[in-house]
């Protein structure tokens, strides 16, 4: 299958699941049919699953929380996790299965058993699914014989980000408040809705450029949220990237280190809970840290970018870069001062992501 049409495939599940509509994921080891439980009531769950057999499928680390996780001697303890269906579980039921931040108000019961799982590689691929669409990764499953809205195929969710594709779309001059010589550059790919954009500055010569990776944050860029550093961090780099001879500010739509707006949302409320920034993404089924820096270095290597003066404080960025083929030759920190608010998730990236700060 072309990378095209793979990318087109993995686009219609993306899109299905979050509309709540049926999908067949097809993996070596078999088809599964999924429905996302974000967003299932009693009439759609019908419709999918009319005879009430649908089991439930979510992470590892959700099933750890419900105490499931020692039912099954799992061959990789990253599998998802398979919860049998008993008759008392309806979409109520599930969501509640699914959704960690509704744990303090509807303290489950259970008693909740794992199923082995069929497909194990459709399973995990399913969960990849659910990041990318930015929904619960808790799916209604049924074997892989029946109707489905979309079919796709997990070397297509696999793909479904890279940045082959990538491409220029368009340029501009754009005069910030930073510096006047700008220039924005977007980025376009045929497989994935997010433009990327970077914001050249300065008057381009040999010299390697002040590179920034900003991963979008809506909380922090627009509304000045207080929980991060995302704001400051920008209006810092940009200025840092002005004043030096040239540099690019590089913005990813990567909200939430790649979870998404609403999962992100979802991890703060678990923060409120008292979880950290870490075990709140972790609690939610997620990776600590979703994104992949490769996108970065195609959009520098379409800029005609190999070598850069990398600011961050993360060391797995400057790791990602080089692993892309892009030399960093340099790192630079970008320290601001902590707020009563942002101070235990600074501590966190110090203590648990490896920040240098
Ligand atoms: N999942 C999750 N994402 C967060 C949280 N707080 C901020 N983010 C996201 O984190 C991303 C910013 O990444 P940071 O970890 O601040 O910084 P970094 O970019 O990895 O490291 P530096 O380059 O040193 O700043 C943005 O996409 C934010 O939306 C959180 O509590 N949970
Ligand atoms: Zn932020």
Redesign the pocket.
């Known amino acids: 299958m072309s990378t095209h049409a793979k990318g087109r495939d993995a686009a219609r599940a993306i899109d299905a699941l979050r509309r709540g509509w049926p999908i067949r994921l097809n993996a070596e080891d078999g088809a599964i049919r999924l429905m996302a439980v974000e967003g299932a009531d009693a009439v759609t769950l019908a419709g999918f699953d009319p005879a009430g057999r649908a089991d439930i499928l979510i992470s590892a680390a959700r099933a750890e929380t419900l105490k499931l996780a020692n039912q099954l001697a799992a061959a990789d303890p990253d599998w998802p996790v398979l919860v049998e269906r008993a008759p008392w579980i309806d979409a109520d039921v599930a969501t509640a299965i699914s959704d960690p931040v509704l744990d303090l108000a509807s303290p489950l019961k259970g008693p909740f058993r794992a199923l082995p799982l069929a497909a194990p590689h459709a399973a995990k691929a399913a969960l990849r699914l659910a990041r990318l669409a930015g929904i619960l990764p808790a799916f209604f499953l049924l074997d892989g014989d029946g109707p489905a809205e979309v079919d796709v195929d997990a070397d297509a969710i696999g793909a479904y980000d890279d940045a082959v594709h990538l491409a220029i779309a368009t340029r501009a001059r754009l005069p910030v408040a930073a510096g006047e010589h700008a220039e924005i550059v977007a980025f376009r790919s045929a497989d994935e809705p997010r433009e990327h954009v970077a914001l050249v500055m300065g008057r381009r010569d040999a010299s390697p450029p002040v590179i920034r990776i900003h991963?979008?944050?809506l909380t922090?860029d627009v509304l000045g949220s207080l929980k991060?550093?995302?704001g400051p961090?920008l209006h810092q780099a940009l200025h840092q990237i002005a004043d030096a001879r040239w540099g690019i500010l590089l913005y990813l739509r990567?909200?939430?280190?790649g979870?998404g707006l609403v999962n992100?949302l979802r991890?703060?409320a678990l923060?409120d809970q008292g979880f950290d920034?870490v075990d709140?993404?972790v609690r939610l089924g997620f990776a600590i840290d979703a994104r992949d820096f490769s996108v970065a270095a195609r959009m520098l290597d379409l800029l005609g970018v190999k070598d850069v003066r990398l600011l961050?404080?993360?060391p797995n960025?400057v790791a990602g870069l080089e692993a892309a083929g892009i030399s960093v030759t340099e790192r630079l920190p970008?320290v601001l001062p902590a707020n009563p608010h942002n101070e235990r998730?600074l501590a966190t990236?110090r203590d648990r992501t490896g920040?240098q700060l």
Not at 254 to 257: A, N, T, Y
């Open positions: 991963s979008e944050c922090g991060c550093d995302c961090q990567q909200e939430g280190r979870i992100k991890a703060y923060q920034t709140a993404n961050t404080n993360n960025k970008i998730y990236k920040h």
